[in-house]
C-alpha cells in the first residue's frame, strides 16, 4: 500500500495541529529477541524515522517526541552512553534531512549534564532549521515535565523581582511564557506505545486537556498504519474542554 492510501479515511481538515508520542518499549522489544537493550533503542530510531517521513505527507503540524527524560539518567552508564550516541546520530546524521525537508528542529528540555558537543550540534540544527515550514520537530530530551514547571516558576520570579511583572497579572497565559518554547500550542493526542498507560513527566503543563492513546505495540514495530490507527481513534472522540 502506498503510503499516500494510509491518508484514506482521515479527515484531513480535522488533523490535530499537536501530536505528543511517548516512545516506550525499546528494552522490551530487545528482550523479547534476545539482544542488548541498545538494539532495541536502535531499532526505536528507525521507527523515528518512519513517522518523520511520513509526517512529510500528513502533515501535523507539531509533533513532539519524548527521546530521554531527567529520570532516565538513573540507568546505566553503558545504556546512556548508546542512547547518547544515537542522539547525534539523529542531530549530525540527519542534519541534511531536517533542512532539505523543512522541517523545523526544537531540543525540549535542559542542557546540564548534556555533553557539549551535543548542545553545540542542537543549536546548530535548531538555527539552521528555524525557516522550516512543512512541520515542527520538538525533541523532549534531557526533559521533565515538573522541573519545566519549577524552572518557569524561578524564571517568573526573577521578573516580579525585577520589577518587570506584577504578582497580580500573573495568569496562565503568564506562566506559559516562561515554559521551554512558549509558541508550542496545547497536545491534542498522547501517543504511549507498549501498553503502559502513564504519562511519565511527559508535557505536563500542555497535555491538560490532550486525548490519550495507548498501544500494546511497541516502539521499534510501530508503523505509519499505527500513527493513522491513532488519528483516526483522536478524529472520532467528542473533546468537551469541561463544557457539557
Ligand atoms: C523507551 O524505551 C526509550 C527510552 C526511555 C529512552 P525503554 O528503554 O523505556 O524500553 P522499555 O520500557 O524498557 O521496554
Ligand atoms: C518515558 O519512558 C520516557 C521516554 C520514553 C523517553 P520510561 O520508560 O522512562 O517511563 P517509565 O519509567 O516506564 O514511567
Ligand atoms: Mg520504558
Known sequence: ???????????????????????????????KRGLPRYEGHKEGL?????????NLIIRIPYLTVYAFSRENWQRDKREIEELMSLAKHLINDKFSYFTQKGIRFLHL???????EEILKSIK???????GGEIYTLCVAFNYSGRYEIVSAVKKMYEDVK?????????????????????????????IRT???????????????????????????????????????????????????
Open 124 to 130: 546548530e540544527l535548531e538555527e539552521a532549521t528555524k
Open 162 to 190: 525585577q520589577g518587570f511583572l506584577s504578582v497580580e497579572s500573573i495568569s496562565e497565559e503568564t506562566l506559559k511564557k516562561y515554559l521551554y518554547h512558549p509558541d508550542l500550542p496545547d497536545i491534542d493526542l498522547v
Open 194 to 244: 507498549s501498553g503502559e498507560q502513564r504519562i511519565s513527566n511527559f508535557m505536563l503543563w500542555r497535555v491538560a486537556y490532550s486525548e490519550l492513546y495507548f498501544t500494546e505495540v511497541l516502539w521499534p514495530d510501530f508503523k505509519e498504519e499505527d500513527f493513522v490507527r491513532a488519528i483516526k481513534e483522536y478524529q472520532a472522540r467528542e473533546r468537551r474542554f469541561g463544557k457539557a
Open 1 to 31: 500500500m502506498s503510503k499516500h492510501n494510509l491518508l484514506e479515511g482521515i479527515d484531513l481538515s480535522k488533523l490535530p495541529k499537536h501530536v505528543g508520542i511517548i516512545m516506550d518499549g525499546n528494552g522490551r522489544w530487545a528482550k
Open 109 to 115: 528540555g535542559e542542557t546540564d549534564m548534556v555533553d
Open 46 to 54: 528507525k521507527a523515528l524515522e518512519r513517522i518523520l517521513d511520513f
